[in-house]
């Protein structure tokens, strides 16, 4: 296998202890000197940098002339805060020699595990890197107890690639790289130059061999290598004691042991972050019908499949998903705290409400993460309108805050609420204007795609039908019915004068008519979505012309090279789809419901708006429904 190294922009560089050290475990500047003229020729060459740097603790024991590390841990963290300070004196001084600016970033697992503080964490990185300085990591041993046990920095390498989106890491030893024997004791073993994929036979072939100074050893190397690799980005294994071995890896000398990053699992971030980056809270378990469901089919953990809740923990955190018979199958997020598991755990979803008071609404991010898990995900990029102008401004701000550090993520915040087709429009104009004559689909936070192969399906649709506007089969999440297409004609003018009537009249006597109002135009829709029903053979084929569900809309390339906005923004809320529809029947659009594309809807999810009784729900619908309505009746009479 060949080495890969087109595209290759940011890296990580890890230097051990022994590539800084003497063997009494004094800093040697030469040392460093030698490394940072090496990291000065690879950012001439426009390569974004990061150090992570071990040597703390053997630095303090120069410092003080120590010739054996102590085993207590206060005497290691007085070491470290006394090593650090001189280490970073040493890379500060050198570094201005070739006029590069540095700066220490001291770092423990908890800055990995928390959230806020990865965001925190990741944006302090990518704007150090934005304005030229070098981000110096090391762990903060002087507190971090845990970590000085393990004194890993290869880890901590491996965990700070995806923190800033790095195409490499590598990991500069005493060592050549990984041999197929501790060539330390057996002449006969082999350096392996190129790794394909980290499996149990390379982890074998780690052993346990380490330097005097470090404490990391191979093994903790290839663990590295397997993090990182799992990302999708590449490690190399060079020995810091060889001439430019770390410019020799990009040139003919191919220098060390590289893993490719290539023939990983590649997983998305959030899938990263959960399997490397966090340590669980808790634990829940579950019935052999929900593992399955987990592992299987990758389906969403219900309440009706718990039996059980281990420790405590708070919505939002980390937790273990076992079986029955205590085999760890998942690791995921909790919506909700252990003690309203306890509560909801063996019901059905729709009885979440009434027991805890509340729904859970935060769909958003199960949306976000079905679409980056679908295939082809190099060529998405989503757009999240935040409308939501009633919320606090602190959780926008964690809204915003929680995709920031994703470049394939842009959250709209929008300052006022303008309805449906005003978000939407905003979020189809940023698209339309960053991304050009490409594929944009309008869908509500609250529909999951299922379909891994979803983009395929649109293409080859979109070919065959030469389509402006696609619409998905949508399938309610709780009954599984198929909320699409809502009808295969146009709502008529009659139709449409027909709702304004009633509610008009509703309006007028409100609230003393607004029950048999309400009831009449329920009943009409019941006895619509029950000739749906009746017709279900016709709408499972493919339907041209028809009026699509407004949840989930797809605008082709043909329909977003031509149109400025997807809705009419005077459409505040209801009958969107209906008027979309009657504007590209006008200009000839053809559009096409194709049911072999699916998605599912959690209908009413996306709803946070407090109503404070049920009147003035049903008086806000009615008011809204003349609103559209008057709008499509002024469109007709254009006719």
Known sequence: MMRDLQGIKKIVIKVGSSSLCNQKGQIEKEKILYLILQISKLIELDYSIVLVSSGAIAAGMGALGLKEKPQTIPEKQALAAIGQAKLMQIYEEIFQLFDIECAQVLLNHGDFDDRKRLINLTNTMHSLMHYGVIPIVNENDALAVDEIKVGDNDTLAALIVPVVEADMLILVSDIDGLYTANPHVDKDAQLIKFVDYVDDDIRHMAGDTSSGLGTGGMATKIRAAKIVNDYGSHLVIVNGQQENSILH??????????????????????????????????????????????????????????????????????????????????????????????????????EIESILHYKDYSVTDTCVQSILAMEQQERIRIVVVDNDIQKKEEDRQELLQKYQGNSRIKVLQIKENGGFSYANNQGYQYARE?????????????????????????????????????????????????????????????????????????????????????????????????????????????????????????????????????????????????????????????????????????????????????????????????????????MLGEE
């Open 249 to 350: 890896i990009f040139d003919e000398h191919e220098s060390g042991t590289w893993f490719n990053g290539k023939s990983g699992v590649n997983m998305n971030a959030k899938v990263h972050w959960l399997t490397y980056r966090t340590s669980s809270k808790g634990c829940i378990v579950v019935d052999e019908g929900a593992a399955e469901a987990l592992q299987v089919h990758r389906k969403s953990l219900l309440p009706k499949g718990i039996v059980n809740v281990q420790e405590h923990f708070m919505r939002g955190q980390v937790v273990d998903i076992m079986n029955v018979r205590g085999e760890k199958i998942a690791k995921g997020i909790s919506n909700y705290s252990s003690e309203e598991i306890k509560l909801i755990m063996g019901h059905q979803s729709c």
């Open 434 to 634: 960053h991304f050009g004559k490409s594929y944009i689909i309008v869908l509500n936070n609250d529909i999951e795609f299922t379909q891994k192969d979803f983009i395929s399906r649109l293409e080859k649709s979109y070919v065959n039908n030469q389509c402006y506007v696609l619409g998905p089969d949508v399938i309610r999440q709780s009954t599984g019915e198929h909320q699409n297409p809502m009808d295969t004609r146009l709502r008529t003018k009659e139709e449409a004068e027909y709702t304004i009537k009633m509610n008009r009249l509703a309006l007028r006597f409100y609230p003393v008519m607004y029950p048999v109002v309400y009831h009449m135009l329920q009943k009409a829709e019941k006895n619509k979505i029950e000739n749906q029903k009746q017709h279900m053979t016709l709408y499972s084929q493919l339907q041209k012309n028809i009026v699509p569900f407004g949840a989930c809309l797809i605008f082709t390339p043909s329909f977003v090279e031509k149109e400025e906005k997807a809705f009419e923004p005077e459409t505040r809320f209801f009958y969107e789809e209906y008027i979309l529809a009657l504007r590209c029947q006008r200009k000839g659009y053809n559009i096409v419901y194709d049911p072999s594309m699916s998605v599912k809807h959690e209908s009413g999810a996306a709803t946070k708006k407090s109503y404070g009784t049920e009147k003035k729900r049903i008086r806000f619908m009615m008011e809204k429904t003349v609103g559209a309505c008057e709008v499509y009746l002024e």
